[in-house]
């Protein structure tokens, strides 16, 4: 025994494939942008750090942080 | 929880220049180096090419120069006229006998301790006379400068001061920052956090002090880092304008506080050249720190340990 697709399921397997096709390719771009950008950010820290690192942290003699300390500074003879 | 700070660093004016900054606004870290590097090519004496350069050369005449150069020369003679004369931009020749023709930057200085005990009597500078800096004519309407005939600028530490308030007119929006400019510093912000400032000893390294500053500025001037020998004994670049030949009053380090990175500047060289009694009373209005030939500290003002102080 023989089964033939109608019409209207080609129309509806076509529409669903359809659909896997542009939901794949929207996923795929996603993706690829998501890589772009993480790559992007990652370049740009990197620039960033070459020009600027976090200063020290102030820490108390018990060995804790004080709250809100900004890092000491020291001045000299130039 | 410690404030983040992006920390900065180069070097200008033959000095290690420092700026913290809040992260969010970290770029202007970079237009305070380019100020820096501007401020540098304008106003160094080394360089015959610098607007300085050539405004020296052409001594006894009007130049027209840039409102930079314009702003960094008047700044000295307020220096000097807020000195008494003491901190006098026309010692150059001075200056240049001494031994500091040529920029002293990268080379190693001569053991202060060891100039110390070769050193002459000590006794306080006095100011030169007569005064050449009061010939010098400035007209801000025309961005005109006329130097004496055979006189010659050296704009030194007061541009370093005047530089160090310019980054900070520039950061003033930040929350928090800091511009060091070889210990010349501005200490502000829109919300300012108490700063633990430490005052490098000269002789062996260490902390001589430490004190804590919200906002304001601070200075250190001293006899340790352009020092040198010569075929006479050693020479330093603090120069007693009123003999020309480099001072030896007792004091090897001045720190001052005040409201500006030029103001802090001209009162620590001031103190310095004045000696350890005269000196300590200066620093007494905004506070301040002597030390001596001996390694030992004079606090001045309100400067304690552990005191909160807001220079301005």
Same mark, same amino acid.
């Given at each position: ?27 795929? !771009? ?29 820490? @108390? ?6 709250? %809100? ?10 | ?23 969010? %606004? ?32 052409? @001594? ?18 307020? @220096? ?29 200085? !001569? ?23 009061? $010939?010098?004519?400035? $007209? ?18 007061? @541009?370093? =001061? ?37 005052? %490098?000893?000269?002789?062996?390294? %260490? ?42 009053? *007792? ?6 506080? !005040? ?35 001996? =390694?030992?500290?004079?606090?001045? *003002? *309100? ?10």
């Amino acid at each position: 025994m023989t089964s033939r697709a109608t019409p209207a399921t080609h129309r509806l397997s076509l529409a669903a494939t359809v659909l896997r096709l542009a939901a794949i390719a929207m996923v795929a !771009a996603v993706l690829v942008w998501s890589v772009m950008f993480a790559d992007l950010l990652h370049k740009h820290s990197d620039s960033a750090a070459a020009l600027a690192q976090p200063s020290g942290q102030l820490t @108390a003699p018990d060995g804790g942080q004080r709250a %809100q300390a900004p890092a000491p500074v020291t001045t000299r003879t130039s | 929880m410690t404030v983040a700070e992006h920390d900065h660093r180069f070097h200008v004016f033959g000095t290690d220049v420092r700026v913290l900054v809040d992260p969010a %606004q970290r770029m202007d870290a970079l237009r305070v180096h380019a100020l820096f590097r501007r401020l540098h090519r304008a106003l160094t004496r080394f360089d015959a090419g610098s607007e300085l350069g050539l405004l020296n050369a052409r @001594a006894g005449g009007d130049v027209v120069v840039s409102p930079m150069l314009l702003r960094a020369v008047d700044a000295a003679l307020w @220096a000097a006229r807020s000195s008494d004369g003491l901190v006098d931009p026309t010692i150059l020749d001075d200056l240049e006998r001494a031994g500091y023709a040529g920029s002293r930057d990268g080379q190693a200085p !001569a053991p202060l301790a060891d100039a110390l005990r070769a050193a002459p009597d000590r006794r306080p500078a006095a100011p030169r006379r007569p005064a050449r800096w009061m $010939d010098v004519a400035v $007209d801000a309407a025309q961005n005109a400068i006329r130097l004496p005939a055979g006189v010659r600028l050296d704009l030194g530490g007061t @541009a370093k =001061g005047l530089s160090a308030d310019l980054a900070a007119q520039l950061l003033a929006r930040h929350s928090t920052f800091v511009v060091d400019a070889g210990g010349d510093m501005r200490i502000g912000g829109t919300h300012p956090a108490p700063r633990v400032v430490h005052i %490098q000893h000269p002789l062996h390294d %260490q902390v001589a002090h430490s004190f804590v500053v919200t906002a304001g500025a601070v200075a250190t001037s001293g006899l340790r880092t352009r020092i040198w020998r010569t075929d006479h004994g050693y020479s330093h670049h603090l120069i007693d304008p009123g003999r020309g030949t480099p001072a030896w009053t *007792g004091v090897i380090q001045a720190t001052a506080l !005040a409201p500006t990175a030029l103001e802090a500047e001209t009162l620590a060289k001031t103190a310095l050249l004045r000696g350890p009694r005269a000196g300590r009373e200066l620093l007494a209005r905004h506070g301040g720190a002597l030390i001596l030939d001996d =390694g030992s500290v004079l606090l001045a *003002g *309100g400067l304690t340990a552990n005191a909160t102080r807001t220079a301005a």
